[in-house]
């Protein structure tokens, strides 16, 4: 079974500090997301990438960053937590063709104060 | 480009039959559906690749109407299991995996 895990399941942070959430998963899969769920609004992708070192832009990257030096481990920064990204997030990997699934951590609860 | 699902939210009593559409304005490639149960993460539940195909799992199946550009899901008989919120996930490219989903079906089952 593919395990996606994400290393905090709650966090609380201020405005303005530097946040990383990270994501690592077992499965050797080339193909890593970072996901924002809000009630209402579903999924929206943040950012991706299909190798490492490789990062591509999703729908809503504003004030977020991503970096992925090994090819299990995805980490999404925020480099000035703003209360407006308190949200869910989910990191997700899965396989580089078009009719894979997509495997989901458990998701971290930050919030920002 | 995010595709819209009806209805946001369903109550059944079980043993009832629901159907859950997702409605894209963008041609598809393929549509995938996803379960989310609360405090979990959203489970894999089928793709439809464009074609028009219905698949099946358990008394859980989908359909992909290529032409109209919308997916159902029929969740058949329904069990208490069943309840969670349903994500449909659409992409354009097959791009591996890149989705955009929808806002998500509120589904509760009762006894």
């Known amino acids: 079974d593919v395990k996606v895990t994400q290393s905090s399941r709650y966090l609380v942070k201020r405005t303005g500090e530097k946040v990383f959430l990270e994501c690592v998963q077992d499965?050797?899969?080339?193909?890593m997301f970072w996901y924002r769920q809000d009630p209402g609004l579903g999924l929206r992708l943040i950012y991706f990438s299909y190798d490492v070192k490789m990062k591509e832009k999703g729908d809503i990257p504003e004030g977020y960053s991503v970096s992925r030096e090994k090819k299990e481990r995805f980490s999404l920064i925020l480099e000035s937590a703003s209360t407006n990204q308190t949200s869910m997030y989910l990191c997700?990997?899965?396989?580089?063709?078009?009719?894979?699934?997509?495997?989901f951590g458990n998701g971290t609860r930050l919030t920002v104060t | 480009q995010q595709p819209v699902q009806s209805p946001q939210a369903v109550i059944l009593r079980e043993g009832e039959d629901a159907v859950i559409n997702c409605s894209s304005s963008k041609a598809l490639y393929s549509v995938h559906w996803y379960r989310q149960k609360h405090g979990e993460a959203p489970v894999f539940l089928m793709i439809?690749?464009?074609?028009?195909e219905q698949k099946g799992h358990d008394k859980i199946s989908a359909s992909f109407n290529e032409k109209k550009q919308q997916s159902s899901l029929y969740l058949t008989a329904s069990q208490l299991s069943y309840s969670g919120t349903y994500f449909c996930?659409?992409?354009?490219?097959?791009?591996?995996?890149?989705?955009?989903f929808g806002q998500g079906t509120e589904l509760s089952v009762k006894p």
């Open positions: 996930g659409t992409d354009f490219y097959n791009q591996g995996g890149k989705l955009i």
């Open positions: 439809l690749l464009k074609g028009g």
């Open positions: 997700a990997s899965s396989l580089p063709t078009g009719n894979s699934p997509l495997h």
């Open positions: 499965m050797d899969h080339e193909n």
